[in-house]
């Protein structure tokens, strides 16, 4: 079974501050993707990183693939309070039928004025 | 911009009934999905669909779920006598690729009492 831990499990931050959410694993995965959820809705897709070492930018979110491809970083400059949300990272597994993804454990973030 | 959609909303319904949960994908996609996630919990994958069969699943997904495609856009999930703990998000999601990102809906809660 692929697991992905990801941590912290909460972070309650003041606008301005900057953080860094992790997601490991054991398991290489083919990309990896960051996804943000609001309650009661479905997750949005922020970006998606598939070579080892890879960094991509998205505005004040940098989002960095590790070499093995085995774990992921976000990290937030300047978080403001719109930042506040749930951040999930998925490790995706392609198959012939398409490309599986299993979640991460979620990082709830709190962005306060 | 082109999105999932799914329908219904929120959908409530009694221990042993069979529930049918629809969706519409991207329409130039050609993989799909059905991902659930308990309150509370990860999402975790259901099953996967390409080429007008199921290509992979979950042991969730057992003999009581079934999916279809009946028709050019839709695609859905069965639950054929619903349980307590089928209460959950159903997201639906889709792929253009094998090896593509997968965007999902906006889920729909089911509530089995």
């Known amino acids: 079974t692929q697991l992905l831990e990801q941590s912290p499990q909460f972070l309650s931050i003041q606008e301005g501050e900057n953080l860094t959410v992790y997601c490991n694993s054991s398991?290489?995965?083919?990309?990896l993707q960051w996804y943000r959820q609001e309650p009661g809705e479905g997750p949005v897709l922020l970006v998606t990183?598939?070579?080892?070492?890879e960094v991509k930018k998205l505005k004040r979110l940098t989002f960095q693939f590790g070499d093995a491809r085995k774990d992921s970083s976000l990290h937030i400059t300047a978080a403001q309070p719109g930042d506040t949300g749930l951040y999930l990272c998925?490790?995706?597994?392609?198959?012939?039928?398409?490309?599986?993804?299993?979640f991460g454990t979620g990082t709830q973030l709190k962005v306060e004025l | 911009e082109p999105e999932v959609t799914q329908t219904p909303s929120h959908q409530v319904t009694q221990m042993g009934q069979e529930v049918i949960l629809r969706c519409v994908p991207i329409s130039n996609h050609l993989y799909f999905y059905w991902y659930r996630q308990i309150l509370g919990q990860k999402v975790e994958f259901l099953v996967s669909f390409y080429n007008n069969e199921i290509s992979e699943k979950s042991e969730i997904f057992d003999d009581q779920f079934s999916v279809e495609r009946p028709d050019g856009s839709n695609f859905t999930l069965k639950i054929r006598s619903t349980k307590l703990e089928d209460s959950a998000m159903y997201f639906c999601?889709?792929?253009?690729?094998?090896?593509?990102?997968?965007?999902f809906g906006q889920g729909t809660r089911l509530t089995v009492v």
């Open positions: 990183v598939v070579t080892g070492g």
């Open positions: 999601a889709s792929s253009r690729d094998s090896n593509t990102e997968a965007f």
């Open positions: 998925a490790g995706a597994r392609v198959t012939g039928g398409g490309n599986k993804l299993t």
């Open positions: 398991s290489v995965f083919s990309s």
